[in-house]
């Protein structure tokens, strides 16, 4: 396997240097909705059961293709200068670094679909670049590069309101739920996971601030961005999952959730791409007990929200 000595999500806790004051070592946000555990006896939705059938909750992880690809950039990388080129993206252009062994995801040559997606951190900052390398596979040529939209966060605060652009189809960054290559090795994921889905809604909730859906029709035919799930199954259940990397989302998934975050033509839990070799690219999920999945009404569990 070729190592990328900057992919953060495979560089070791103590090798990190981000002083960082609302997210952990690992990268997500210790405040927030993602980081907020499922309380003890939650609110479900008036129609949990029906919006869990919508969904398609037995959905593939996506690594290679459509899934996340996170690097930490240095001062000795190289500059370059991404312009934009959608009407419908930022109207901003922004200089950062890009390191030289960046690959966005689905940029090789024998895996040329996916989003081409790609974040870069750099002195305190986030940026989310979608359609990063256009499909040509060269990045940065004469110091810069087109991208069709992407979305500046600040990595002191939860990655769910860009200062300037958007993350994903519900406006909240990609990696806000996307679990690293060592948090699904070691068990140890500690943030609600992101989940993309066919039937988004044009309407959106916390902590969605938009929605790219065009799923007509209302709830239960459509779900809103924004929309939190979890599983309601004991540790014994999750204990009993024989896959380990299974059992890790499982487990995420029971105390944490999953908030759908995009729409796409396929259901998908992205993962950061170098998970792939625990799970491969659209591996489904089948030991995971899907019927035990309920829609919450609010994104903390209680009461106080509009459905």
Request: aromatic share 10%; charged share 15%.
């Amino acid at each position: 396997m070729r190592l990328a000595p900057r992919l953060v999500a495979v560089v070791s806790t103590a090798l990190l240097t981000l002083s960082l004051i609302a997210t952990s070592a690992g990268g997500h946000a210790t405040e927030g909705p993602f980081a907020q555990r499922i309380p003890a006896d939650p609110v479900l939705h008036s129609q949990s059961a029906s919006l869990v059938r919508s969904t398609v909750p037995d959905a593939p992880v996506v690594t290679t293709e459509f899934g996340t690809a996170i690097y930490r950039a240095s001062e000795t990388d190289p500059q370059c200068r991404i312009m934009f080129t959608r009407s419908w993206g930022p109207a901003w252009s922004v200089s950062i670094p890009v390191p030289t062994d960046a690959e966005p995801t689905g940029s090789s040559s024998s895996d040329p679909w996916g989003d081409h997606w790609l974040s870069i951190r750099h002195d305190g900052y986030q940026y989310d670049l979608w359609i990063f390398d256009h499909w040509d596979g060269t990045l940065c040529t004469n110091g810069k590069q087109l991208a069709h939209w992407g979305g500046k966060f600040a990595l002191d605060q939860p990655l769910i309101a860009p200062l300037t652009g958007s993350g994903g189809g519900a406006g909240i960054s990609v990696t806000a739920g996307t679990p690293w290559r060592h948090e699904i090795l070691n068990d140890t994921i500690d943030h609600a996971l992101s989940f993309a889905v066919e039937n988004e809604s044009p309407l959106f909730k916390y902590p969605a601030w938009k929605s790219d859906g065009y799923c007509l029709g209302g709830i239960p035919k459509c779900v809103k961005a924004g929309q939190r799930f979890y599983l309601a199954v004991s540790d014994a259940e999750v204990e009993a999952i024989a896959d380990p990397y299974q059992r890790a989302i499982a487990r995420a998934l029971q105390q944490y959730g999953m908030f759908v975050t995009d729409q796409t033509h396929g259901v998908n839990f992205p993962l950061e791409q170098r998970s792939s070799d625990l799970l491969a690219n659209y591996t489904r999920l089948t030991q995971i007990p899907w019927g035990s999945l309920r829609a919450l009404k609010c994104a903390d569990g209680t009461a106080e929200c509009v459905e």
